[in-house]
């Protein structure tokens, strides 16, 4: 099975506290650590896991810039087969749909089974999956959490809904998946993996070779823009304990008791 | 102003909670909009969930199928497409079934999309100026969106306060007949309902909840004694059971358990909306997190910027302390 992940660099949310700029039209990002989108993550696992049971190959590509090729290495270290860097000045300011169109034109230049992304980004919504699988006509499952391979033709997947509850489908190949975390426990890549791959050329498409309308891309296309960010309005928010631990832990012990703990 | 649609997730004939929160965002975009909800289905279930929206909504089109029992997101955006007018504004509720339809609507719309939207700014011509939030909640985003050609709008669930106005007497329209064929790509099989696990956290008054600030595996047990210090259960959310250290039967969230108990000790949980959708009954919350900046902090009761690795095992000894001079 050939397989397609899109994988995106973000600011790990779990690394960073993020704040804004001065300007306040973008968040601070000189200090940030960025690693690959978690979800993505799971779903390059995923495709790995997929192509060890049924044989094929396993592509990692990123719409972005010169500094994403960095997660392409990392989960070509896991053991991607290959890494494309999708870039051209023109994609700048792409929407959900421009990233999508992009990703298109990508999809048609080869043939693949199957297309995974990342359930979401943390500063996505959600929605590129979906677009291209539309903009495909392929079916498309979202919030996937488990894949089985039926045949060369179809698969078996469920979906995580409401509850912890999962909705069982049948799925026609191609088609596009968008992958939940923890549908598997994505394997470790150590800095050994990653000088290995570091010399694997990663080739880069553009406007010119993927035939894109640069018309079609970019922010002259975008129908959805950030126009700023902030920092809301609070209510009236948690009343913060500034005392010392011990102080904290007695105030702490004292509101467990007036809940009705501690009894 | 575009026409404003909504479409309404129900199920057993019971409209949900979100019907009524689109209602009141499409007022919030358009004040002067009579709304529309859309409702697919086959039955009397069917007739039963368009005639409770009746006073929410000015019309309400019912689309009755045998092929839509189970709502299959590809079936019912061909629907949509064949029923809705061009430029039209369609609202979705952003959960799992929103998720799997908007986006493509959208583009088979060709109409602009925007998910997860937490309130409306304003409308400015053709651009409508929506709040989102980034980053776990971390900053929040204006969004403009260009909605010349329609848009679809994906609602986070809770966001909109439901309208106490005047009730409506909205007539339901039925347009079955512009169905046309129904094959779909992916087809339903069943639904697996979740296993109970061995500790039923709904079932608890006091939850001592972890969060990715647990760090690893084996810090649950630092949880756990407290938890059993103080007669309480451990439950947590989701990055702990996606590592794996936990079961789903402990989670606490729209996609794992919703919980009522009357205290809720947040450890190291950074407070996403998909966490908090699972707590419900107005708990005392006390938050514990290493970052002051995290989210949790804006809907706790209280809060202590602490370590939680160093804070509840000093707890928990105090606990003990406590019931021993107690027992003398």
């Known amino acids: ?263 | 102003m575009a026409r404003i649609f909504a479409y309404i997730v129900h199920k057993g004939g019971v409209v949900d909670d979100s019907a009524f929160e689109l209602a009141a965002a499409a007022r919030k975009i358009d004040p002067a909009a009579s709304p529309t909800a859309i409702l697919t289905g086959w039955g009397a279930d069917l007739d039963a969930a368009c005639s409770a929206l009746r006073t929410s909504y000015a019309e309400v089109w019912k689309i009755a199928n045998e092929g839509l029992v189970y709502p299959n997101a590809e079936l019912i955006r061909k629907v949509l497409v064949k029923v809705l007018p061009s430029d039209s504004i369609v609202l979705v509720a952003h959960e799992h079934f929103g998720i799997d339809l908007a986006p493509g609507l959208s583009i088979k719309l060709n109409s602009a999309f925007v998910s997860d939207v937490l309130d409306i700014a304003g409308v400015e011509g053709t651009g409508l100026k929506v709040v989102r939030q980034e980053f776990g909640g971390q900053v929040s985003a204006h969004v403009r969106c260009d909605i010349s050609s329609g848009a679809v709008i994906t609602v986070r669930p809770g966001a909109f306060k439901p309208q106490d106005g005047a009730p409506l007497s909205g007539a339901v329209i039925d347009k079955s007949a512009e169905v046309g064929s129904l094959t779909a790509g992916r087809r339903y099989l069943e639904t697996i309902v979740a296993e109970a696990g061995d500790v039923d956290i709904t079932k608890h008054n006091i939850l001592v909840s972890i969060g990715r600030g647990i760090q690893e595996k084996e810090n649950v047990a630092i949880a756990q004694e407290l938890a059993d210090a103080l007669g309480a259960a451990v439950s947590c959310s989701r990055p702990v059971v996606d590592a794996k250290w936990m079961e789903k039967s402990r989670q606490v969230g729209s996609s794992g358990k919703t919980v009522k108990p009357k205290l809720y000790l947040a450890c190291g949980i950074s407070g996403a909306f998909q966490h908090l959708a699972g707590i419900k009954g107005s708990p005392f919350l006390i938050a514990i997190n290493k970052n002051p900046k995290a989210p949790i902090f804006q809907v706790a009761d209280v809060g202590i910027v602490d370590d939680l690795l160093e804070f509840l095992p000093e707890l928990t000894a105090k606990v003990h302390e406590m019931r021993t001079v107690a027992a003398k």
């Open chain 1, 1 to 263: 099975m050939e397989i397609l992940v899109c994988v995106r660099r973000v600011p790990d949310t779990s690394e960073n506290e993020i704040e804004l700029n001065a300007a306040g039209d973008d968040i601070e990002r000189d200090d940030l650590v960025y690693s690959i989108n978690e979800p993505d993550n799971y779903a390059v696992e995923e495709a790995l896991q997929i192509v060890t049971r049924v044989g094929g190959n396993v592509t990692v590509a990123t719409v972005g810039g010169e500094d994403d090729e960095q997660i392409l290495r990392r989960e070509m270290a896991m053991g991607a087969n290959h890494g494309v860097l999708i870039t051209d000045e023109a994609f700048g300011g792409s929407d959900g749909k421009g990233i999508a169109t992009i990703l298109k034109a990508y999809v048609q230049k080869g043939s693949y089974d199957l297309i995974l992304t990342g359930v979401q980004a943390e500063d996505g919504g959600a929605q590129v999956g979906g677009m291209l699988a539309a903009l495909l006509d392929y079916p498309l499952a979202s919030l996937v959490n488990s894949i089985e391979v039926l045949d060369g033709k179809k698969l078996k997947i469920s979906r995580e809904i409401e509850g912890g509850n999962k909705e069982i489908s049948e799925i026609d190949l191609p088609c596009v998946l968008s992958i939940q975390t923890g549908i598997n426990e994505p394997r470790y890549v150590g800095m050994k993996g990653i000088r290995q791959v570091a010399s694997i050329p990663i080739p880069t498409f553009g406007v010119s070779n993927l035939g894109l309308d640069p018309s079609a891309v970019g922010d002259a296309a975008a129908k959805v823009k950030r126009v700023d960010y902030f920092i809301p309005a609070l209510g009236k928010g948690a009343e913060i304990l500034h005392g010392s631990r011990e102080e904290n832990i007695d105030k702490v012990l004292e509101l467990v008791a007036a809940k009705g703990g501690l009894k």
